[in-house]
T-cell receptor, first 118, second 109 residues
Framework: DTAVSQTPKYLVTQMGNDKSIKCEQN?????MYWYKQDSKKFLKIMFS???????INETVPNRFSPKSPDKAHLNLHINSLELGDSAVYFC?????????????????FGPGTRLTVL | GIQVEQSPPDLILQEGANSTLRCNFS?????LQWFHQNPWGQLINLFY???GTKQNGRLSATTVATERYSLLYISSSQTTDSGVYFC???????????FGTGTSLTVIP
């Protein structure tokens, strides 16, 4: 059984388009995240989301918006795509610690979505 | 933010050899994790080790938080160990979680 799944696995689109990446976890975790990995393999956290509390990395453009319909899903919507948005996007989830979420709890990653903006 | 540096950046090993990967970080943290990204891109959590030593099979890790570094030991390396090893550090609150630049390991048969 897949613990953290993402769709699509590959996404090729034109500049200016709007696209979404879906993430689902079946681990019963309370906290979910989105990460961006650039072409040099550098990983950077974009968002963490726990029980309707969203923490945004201030360096992320507001064209990126996470949406969580329920605890098991955290989707990433991107407006007006730019060339620099090309990257691999990873979703992750983690269990709660003492009732509070923490971005440093043990994290389980999805397989990634490779986004290419032409 | 915190600077996280890993060394060496690249490492090539013969199968069966041992290796030590290092992670230095620029500020006090109370959480640290090691990850392995395999050649297919999958990220796997290896250790959650804010301090002390842990072992899991051929892998072990030691973090000396007061001196701001962590070490990952790989013994009797296998070709399946190939990939990129990341160290990530942060605190127990908020959204601050910083990845290092990674060590790319290639194990040749």
């Amino acid at each position: 059984d897949t613990a953290v799944s993402q769709t699509p696995k590959y996404l090729v689109t034109q500049m200016g388009n709007d696209k979404s990446i879906k993430c689902e976890q079946n681990l019963g975790h309370d906290t979910m995240y989105w990460y961006k990995q650039d072409s040099k393999k550098f990983l950077k956290i974009m968002f963490s989301y726990n029980n309707k509390e969203l923490i945004i990395n201030e360096t992320v453009p507001n064209r990126f918006s996470p949406k969580s319909p329920d605890k098991a899903h955290l989707n990433l919507h991107i407006n007006s795509l730019e060339l620099g948005d090309s990257a691999v996007y990873f979703c992750a989830s983690s269990p709660p610690t003492s009732g509070r979420f923490s971005s440093t709890d043990t994290q389980y990653f999805g397989p990634g979505t490779r986004l290419t903006v032409l | 933010g915190i600077q996280v540096e890993q060394s060496p950046p690249d490492l090539i090993l013969q199968e069966g050899a041992n290796s030590t990967l290092r992670c230095n970080f620029s500020d006090s943290v109370n959480n640290l994790q090691w990850f392995h990204q395999n050649p297919w891109g999958q990220l796997i959590n290896l250790f959650y080790i804010p301090s002390g030593t842990k072992q899991n099979g051929r892998l072990s890790a030691t973090t000396v938080a007061t001196e701001r570094y962590s070490l990952l030991y790989i013994s009797s390396s296998q070709t399946t160990d190939s990939g990129v090893y990341f160290c990530a550090v942060g605190w127990n609150t908020g959204n601050q979680f910083y990845f290092g630049t990674g060590t790319s390991l290639t194990v040749i048969p």
